[in-house]
């Protein structure tokens, strides 16, 4: 589950707008692919189960490395 800031879902979300802003979204070193900021990914459901754990502020936190794509945002 995640949680966007309003102010930050409003400014980027009119029609046809892409979300993948750097406020929103960083490029994943290791999945080699562009993916939620983790501090917006307040929890997590168990598919097996359908029990939902929530995610510590403490752990989220952008892969190590990510800021050397950042030019892919510019």
């Known amino acids: 589950m995640i949680h966007f800031p309003r102010t930050l879902y409003d400014a980027n979300n009119r029609k046809g ?3 993948t802003k750097r406020a929103l979204a960083y490029f994943h ?6 993916t939620v900021r983790p501090e917006f990914v307040v929890a ?4 097996k189960t359908d029990e939902v754990h929530l995610n510590p502020y403490e752990d989220r ?3 190590e490395g990510h800021e050397k794509f950042d030019y892919m945002f510019d």
């Open 17 to 19: 707008a892409n979300l």
């Open 29 to 34: 070193p290791v999945r080699k692919e562009f």
């Open 44 to 47: 997590w459901i168990d598919r």
């Open 61 to 63: 936190r952008p892969a």
